[in-house]
């Protein structure tokens, strides 16, 4: 099966950046979408940002539309998250998931990682 394992989070202050990575193991990932998903202390797991196998379509959510990015290089079987502009109610667990398709939906999603934890501070 597909595994999964983010790295990067850490402690930055508000309006620092931080760049998440998430490399897959195990069976290759060929042809599935990736997605981005974070759970805050209190809070539901909420969707963050996807990316389909090519890269040519991206979804972000709201909340971080205009300050995060997906990306992710096939060839090394890794999805990554740019976060730029950090705020305070970012902080939350990451975790990145593995879908058929691209998708918003945490429903979609067959594999998922440990998570990483980021922190901000204000």
């Known amino acids: 099966q597909v595994q999964l394992v983010e790295s990067g989070g850490g402690l930055v202050q508000a309006g620092g950046s931080l760049r998440l990575s998430c490399a897959s193991s195990?069976?290759?990932?060929?042809?599935?979408?990736m997605g981005w998903f974070r759970q805050a202390p209190g809070k539901e797991r909420e969707f963050v940002a996807a990316?389909?196998?090519?890269?040519?379509?991206?979804y972000y959510a709201n909340s971080v539309k205009g300050r995060f990015t997906i990306s992710r290089d096939n060839a090394k079987n890794t999805v990554y998250l740019q976060m730029n502009n950090l705020k305070p109610e970012d902080t939350a667990v990451y975790y990145c998931?593995?879908?058929?398709?691209?998708?918003?939906?945490?429903?979609?999603?067959?594999?998922w990682g440990q998570g990483t934890q980021v922190t901000v501070s204000s």
């Open positions: 998931a593995a879908a058929a398709k691209v998708t918003a939906s945490g429903r979609d999603y067959n594999y």
């Open positions: 990316i389909s196998w090519s890269g040519k379509t991206t």
């Open positions: 195990g069976r290759a990932v060929s042809g599935y979408g």
